[in-house]
C-alpha cells in the first residue's frame, strides 16, 4: 500500500531501525525491491533522484512506482530524492508521490530555511513529506560532481528544526554518494550529538560501500532512512553479467529476470542490516 513517509519514520523511531530508501531506475528494479519487501514483510521506501530523470523520465517511472506501491502487500512510500527545483518536485507531487526532498545544502543555512519552508507549504497541499538536507554529504547522485564533505554542525540541525519542522534531516557526517574510494570513517560523535538535541528523524545519503556494523550503528543512533542507489545498480549489473557469463541467460525474458534478481537480493540484504524486516 501506498504511504506517507513521515508514518514509516514515526515507526522506524518506535522501533529503533531504519527503512530502507531504494533508488530505482526502471520497472525490473521497482519490481525486485518490492518482491524483497514483500517476502521480509518490511516497510521501504522507492525513490528516484531528479539528476536522473534523463534516463528515467519522471512522467513515465513516477505513476509506476506509484502504481507499484499501491498494489504492494507491504507499506511503500513514493519520494522524489535530492529535488532541486520546484517545477520537478511539483511534478512529483501532481503524480501522487508521498515525501520529495528539496536539497538546499549547498545554499546558505538562512536560504535553505527559506525554500524548504516553501516546499513544505507546497507538499503540504498533498499531505507529503518533506526531506531536506544540511551540511554537504560527499560526491553527487549521478557521479557527475566531486563534492567535498561538509560534516553538519550539530547547532545547524537544531535550528533547523525549530526553523522548518521538516519531516526529515538529511545530515553530512562523513558520508558520500557513490562507491567509496577509501572505507568511510564516519563521524559518530557528530551523529550522536544531533540525535540528542533534534527529535527529526534523520537520514543517511550514500548508503553504498558502508560496513554493516555502521549501519546499524547509524540505525540506532537517530538514523532512520538509509539512501541505497549504487550498490542496487551494481547489483542488477552483475547479476546480468553473471548470467551472461554462466550461460543462463537465452532470450530477453531471461535479462528481464536477471535484473530482477539483482535488485531483489540487494534490497534484500539491506532490509536484514536495517532491521526493518517483520516491521510492515
Ligand atoms: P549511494 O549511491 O552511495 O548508495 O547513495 C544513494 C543516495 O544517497 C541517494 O540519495
Known sequence: MLVNMRDLLTDAQAGNYAVG????????????????????NAPIILQIAEVRLKQSPLEIIGPLMVAAAEN???PVAVHFDHGKTIEKISQALDIGFTSVMFDGSH??????????????????????????????????????????????????????????GVDALAIAIGNAH?????APNL???????????????????????????????????????????????????KSVRDSYNNSSIAGYYDLQAAEVEGAYQNAKKHILIFGSDNKA
Request: with cysteine; proline share 3%; charged share 30%.
Open 21 to 40: 530508501s531504494f533508488s530505482v531506475a526502471n520497472m525490473e528494479m521497482v519490481l525486485g525491491v518490492i518482491k524483497a519487501a514483500e517476502e521480509l
Open 72 to 74: 504492494s502487500s507491504v
Open 107 to 164: 545554499l546558505p543555512l538562512e536560504e535553505n530555511i527559506k525554500l524548504t519552508n516553501r516546499i513544505m507549504s507546497l507538499a503540504d497541499e498533498y499531505d507529503a513529506s518533506v526531506e531536506a538536507e544540511i551540511g554537504c554529504v560527499g560526491g553527487s547522485e549521478d557521479g557527475s560532481e566531486d563534492i567535498a564533505i561538509n560534516c553538519t554542525k550539530p547547532e545547524d540541525a537544531v535550528r533547523f528544526e525549530e526553523e522548518t
Open 178 to 182: 557513490g562507491n567509496y574510494k577509501s
Open 187 to 237: 563521524r559518530f560523535d557528530i551523529l550522536a550529538e544531533v540525535e540528542e538535541k533534534t527529535h527529526t528523524p534523520l537520514v543517511l545519503h550514500g548508503g553504498t560501500g558502508i560496513s554493516p556494523d555502521d549501519f546499524v550503528k547509524c540505525s540506532k543512533t537517530g538514523i532512520k532512512k538509509i539512501n541505497i542507489a549504487t550498490a542496487t545498480f551494481d547489483s542488477v549489473e
